[in-house]
């Protein structure tokens, strides 16, 4: 087993090493190295920028974004059109093991994944789980604020205020739901977040496992039908599916409620840089 020090000497290196990254982006940027438009496309096809994606956390909800991104493009576009996507799908293992051991890793282990991404040279770019946003927040400092970030919990802000929803149910993983990291920016704009009760953010837990491992079951929908009902007549006026697994089943179709799809918004909001001249 390798030691709890020598793990902070690697999360310390690798932080110190994405720090000079950030210097040389920031040098290519004003040298001009890097542009929105990549000289080796045709000048037709110039005017549809190149999206990153970070995925793979889990495979099955990165599954989603990809198709949305393209049923857009072609909604938009017409036939046979499909978006450019730098989709980079990552190993997830240690960064989710990290979760129930030593959290303090994982903003480097992230900003390690985001670099790798960026190498790409997207002209714009979104983090396809919304967990890691927590960690995000922590190395913003560290990467350059351009190629921009479609943040989820910012747009999820946005849309409820656009819809003066005041009360709104949050569902997600233990983390997402238990943690501040996603209440306080809607709480600060006067929106009032309700989690479920403690029995249900466990079974919650559970199920979002089940769906990260590929695993569905009939059983899943009638629960979060229910505990939805139960949450509007409890008076929440819409449903953020906070994790990237439950859109898998959560859907419109079962929900009493406006339902909240952060992968979508993000989708969305890329597809609207990408096709904005």
Same mark, same amino acid.
């Given at each position: 087993?390798?030691?709890?020090?020598?793990?902070?000497?690697?999360?310390?290196?690798?932080?110190?090493?994405?720090?000079?990254?950030?210097? =040389?982006? @920031? %040098?290519?940027?004003?040298?001009?190295?890097?542009?929105?438009?990549?000289?080796?496309?045709?000048?037709?096809?110039?005017?549809?920028?190149?999206?990153?994606?970070?995925?793979?956390?889990?495979?099955?909800?990165?599954?989603?974004?990809?198709?949305?991104?393209?049923?857009?493009?072609?909604?938009?576009?017409?036939?046979?059109?499909?978006?450019? /996507?730098?989709?980079?799908?990552?190993?997830?293992?240690?960064?989710? =093991?990290?979760?129930?051991?030593?959290?303090?890793? /994982?903003?480097?282990?992230?900003? &390690?994944?985001?670099? #790798?991404?960026?190498?790409?040279?997207?002209?714009?770019?979104? /983090?396809?789980?919304?967990?890691?946003?927590?960690?995000?927040?922590?190395?913003?400092?560290?990467?350059?604020?351009?190629?921009?970030?479609?943040?989820?919990?910012?747009?999820?802000?946005?849309?409820?205020?656009?819809?003066?929803?005041?009360?709104?149910?949050?569902?997600?993983?233990?983390? #997402?739901?238990?943690?501040?990291?996603?209440?306080?920016?809607?709480?600060?704009?006067? /929106?009032?977040?309700?989690?479920?009760?403690?029995?249900?953010?466990?079974?919650?837990?559970?199920?979002? #496992?089940?769906? &990260?491992?590929? @695993?569905?079951?009939?059983?899943? =929908?009638?629960?979060? =039908?229910?505990?939805?009902?139960?949450? &509007?007549?409890?008076?929440?006026?819409?449903?953020?599916?906070?994790?990237?697994?439950?859109?898998?089943?959560?859907? %419109?179709?079962?929900?009493?409620?406006?339902?909240?799809?952060?992968?979508?918004?993000?989708?969305?909001?890329?597809?609207?840089?990408?096709? #904005?001249?």
């Amino acid at each position: 087993m390798v030691p709890k020090d020598r793990f902070e000497q690697l999360g310390i290196r690798a932080v110190a090493q994405a720090e000079r990254q950030v210097k =040389a982006w @920031e %040098q290519a940027l004003h040298a001009g190295r890097y542009s929105q438009r990549r000289l080796d496309v045709p000048e037709e096809m110039q005017d549809m920028k190149l999206i990153g994606v970070l995925g793979g956390t889990s495979w099955p909800s990165t599954i989603p974004p990809y198709r949305m991104l393209n049923e857009e493009v072609q909604r938009r576009l017409g036939p046979h059109h499909s978006a450019r /996507i730098a989709l980079y799908s990552v190993d997830y293992a240690e960064i989710r =093991a990290s979760f129930s051991g030593d959290a303090s890793r /994982i903003p480097a282990l992230l900003l &390690a994944e985001i670099r #790798t991404l960026l190498s790409f040279s997207p002209d714009c770019w979104m /983090i396809a789980n919304n967990t890691l946003h927590k960690f995000h927040a922590e190395i913003a400092h560290l990467i350059p604020p351009d190629p921009p970030m479609m943040h989820a919990i910012t747009l999820v802000r946005e849309h409820l205020l656009s819809r003066r929803v005041g009360r709104v149910l949050l569902l997600g993983t233990r983390f #997402t739901m238990e943690d501040g990291y996603y209440h306080e920016p809607l709480e600060a704009a006067g /929106i009032e977040v309700v989690i479920p009760e403690e029995p249900d953010r466990e079974h919650i837990g559970a199920i979002q #496992t089940r769906l &990260a491992d590929g @695993e569905m079951d009939a059983a899943f =929908a009638p629960y979060f =039908a229910d505990l939805i009902k139960r949450a &509007a007549a409890n008076g929440c006026e819409a449903v953020i599916a906070g994790c990237s697994e439950l859109p898998l089943v959560i859907t %419109q179709d079962i929900s009493t409620i406006p339902l909240i799809d952060p992968l979508q918004l993000q989708c969305m909001a890329c597809i609207d840089f990408a096709l #904005t001249p």
